[in-house]
């Protein structure tokens, strides 16, 4: 009686043991952004420098810079969840934005620049 007590019970600890340790799959997130630059006039702008940064005291490794393709469109990949303010600069050309990073979203924007 007490050997059959015995495998049961050593059967009932393994079987939890490998659920639990079965269930402890590390999950990757992604949190980008597509930043889209138009003039005041709505046209898409290619070319523009478009930076992205945080304003705090802290040393950080947020800030990025990209330029725009020809659909005015440029896309940034980032480690972690956060607030970021957007500058772009062309020539003459100057507009700021924000951007609100999501977990498992790509987060579109728009920014208007103007002359």
């Known amino acids: 009686m007490k050997r ?11 079987l939890v043991t490998a659920l639990t340790l079965n269930s402890c799959e590390e ?37 990025k810079e990209a330029y725009t393709n020809a659909q005015g469109q440029v896309s940034f990949t980032f480690d972690n969840i956060a607030i970021l ?5 062309q020539d003459n050309y100057h507009g700021e934005g924000l951007i609100v990073l999501e977990e498992d979203r790509d987060v579109k924007v728009t920014v208007v620049v103007y002359e």
């Open 85 to 89: 303010k957007v500058l772009a600069e």
């Open 4 to 14: 059959k007590s015995f495998g049961i019970m050593s059967l009932f600890v393994a």
């Open 27 to 63: 999950v990757t997130h992604f949190y980008t952004a597509e930043v889209t630059i138009i003039d005041n006039q709505g046209n898409l702008m290619s070319g523009v420098k478009v930076n992205t940064d945080v304003n705090v005291q802290n040393l950080h490794v947020v800030g």
